[in-house]
């Protein structure tokens, strides 16, 4: 590891208690290295934070009131309602929507009734009327997987993102900060998901009812 640059934690915060630079020759031990350069390396993000603070929701597998079970049904509810609590008190910019969406299967098409059940009729908080940069899960691939993103011209409370399978969404944050995020559909790197057999790859399996359209 080069001696040079060991004081970029004072360069980057200054407030930062950076530690002294070594000389030349000097050999720090592996661990004692990593701490040196992990806590330069946060120092520059505490100063980065500290320009442009902002804060966001996420939230993944989560579509699962129109399964009709009562207990399903409150956890959902339980849940939207303390996000939109911590929404509010953090000011969230957006949610991070990481997928396995509607459960078991997806949905069908845009119009499609757990959109209402599971999405509209919940989330209803002030605080959560943002964007929702959303992923997809394996249960997506039940029954069609490009409703959901379809459904981002759909929404009409337009805050479903989800404009392909594969995307980039540069988001602006505050004093000219931006924040870029890649979004992957990584189904297809499961193998078991390219098998052709069913049992592979079919999410709801033996263990649930069929996706059947209904």
Sequence with gaps: ISAQGIGIGARCYPGAAAQ????????????????????????????????????????????SVALGNPEHTKT?????????????????????????????????N???KQIQE????????PSLQVPWYSALGNHEYGYNVDAQV???????TRRWYMPARYYAKRVALAAGQHLTM????????????RSS???????????FPTCDPI
């Design 182 to 193: 890649i979004v992957l559909d990584t189904n297809p790197c499961i193998s078991a998901y």
């Design 118 to 125: 599971d999405y509209t009729s919940v989330y209803t908080a």
């Design 110 to 112: 845009t119009s499609d």
């Design 150 to 156: 379809e459904f981002t011209q759909a929404d009409p």
């Design 20 to 63: 002294p630079p070594f000389s030349h020759g000097h050999c720090l031990g592996r661990l004692a290295a990593m701490a040196r350069i992990s806590a330069a390396v946060l120092a520059c993000l505490c100063r980065f934070a500290l320009a442009a603070p902002y804060s966001f929701i996420t939230l993944g597998d989560w579509g």
């Design 76 to 108: 959902v509810r339980d849940v939207a309602e303390q996000m939109g609590k911590v929404a509010a008190k953090n000011a969230a910019q957006f949610v991070v929507n990481v997928g396995d969406n509607f459960y078991y299967c997806g949905i069908q």
């Design 197 to 207: 057999s069913a049992s592979g790859w079919d999410p709801c399996s033996s263990d």
